[in-house]
T-cell receptor, first 113, second 113 residues
Framework: GAGVSQSPSNKVTEKGKDVELRCDPI?????LYWYRQSLGQGLEFLIY????????KSGLPSDRFSAERTGGSVSTLTIQRTQQEDSAVYLC???????????FGPGTRLTVL | DQQVKQNSPSLSVQEGRISILNCDYT??????FLWYKKYPAEGPTFLIS?????DKNEDGRFTVFLNKSAKHLSLHIVPSQPGDSAVYFC????????????FGQGTRLTINP
């Protein structure tokens, strides 16, 4: 079956521009997570959504970052006024519930010039 | 503050031998630990997990050992195969299988034929 998909696979943008990253979770998965991996670092938790509950945004590094999940399926991570330190691979994961294994997408590599 | 640490950025092992990847953590509230494997340009894939109530979990060629008193876990792969060459991440959480996985920096394993 289809796994988690993310688009675009690569994004190059200029400092100060806004970007949107998209995640399509596995069908039927109620939990969706965003992580980022900066160069040489492990994955850093950003935000997660579970069903209709309010998302846990505790990992978002600044108010330039926001995410939404429409209809309990597709999610969009938005970074406003991008900075060079935002350059990283942004990974999305989904699971069938909070107590289940997280399945990751291939990521979006963001480069801010 | 790195709560999960993988102190070896790389490891090289002969095919057929045992690979041992190590991970240390500092947060005593962590009670669930996972290993993920990542190939280039792909998202991490779940490999094996262990709950803090156990000290060993085995799945085929993969065994994870947990030493709670030392706050240390390890992943053993035996026998190692060329397809095992990848980056391995350990991760931890304080609610079983739930949100906010905290990842180590990863260890790049190379299996030499």
């Amino acid at each position: 079956g289809a796994g988690v998909s993310q688009s675009p696979s690569n994004k190059v943008t200029e400092k100060g521009k806004d970007v949107e990253l998209r995640c399509d979770p596995i069908s039927g998965h109620t939990a969706l997570y965003w992580y980022r991996q900066s160069l040489g670092q492990g994955l850093e938790f950003l935000i997660y959504f579970q069903g209709n509950s309010a998302p846990d945004k505790s990992g978002l590094p600044s108010d330039r970052f926001s995410a939404e999940r429409t209809g309990g399926s597709v999610s969009t991570l938005t970074i406003q006024r991008t900075q060079q330190e935002d350059s990283a691979v942004y990974l999305c994961a989904s699971s069938s519930g909070l107590s289940d294994t997280q399945y990751f997408g291939p990521g979006t590599r963001l480069t801010v010039l | 503050d790195q709560q999960v640490k993988q102190n070896s950025p790389s490891l090289s092992v002969q095919e057929g031998r045992i690979s041992i990847l190590n991970c240390d953590y500092t947060n005593s509230m962590f009670d669930y630990f996972l290993w993920y494997k990542k190939y280039p340009a792909e998202g991490p894939t779940f490999l094996i997990s262990i709950s803090s109530i156990k000290d060993k979990n085995e799945d085929g060629r993969f065994t994870v050992f947990l030493n709670k008193s030392a706050k240390h876990l390890s992943l053993h792969i035996v026998p190692s195969q060329p397809g095992d060459s990848a980056v391995y991440f350990c991760a931890a959480s304080d609610v079983q299988g739930a949100q906010k996985l905290v990842f180590g920096q990863g260890t790049r394993l190379t299996i030499n034929p």
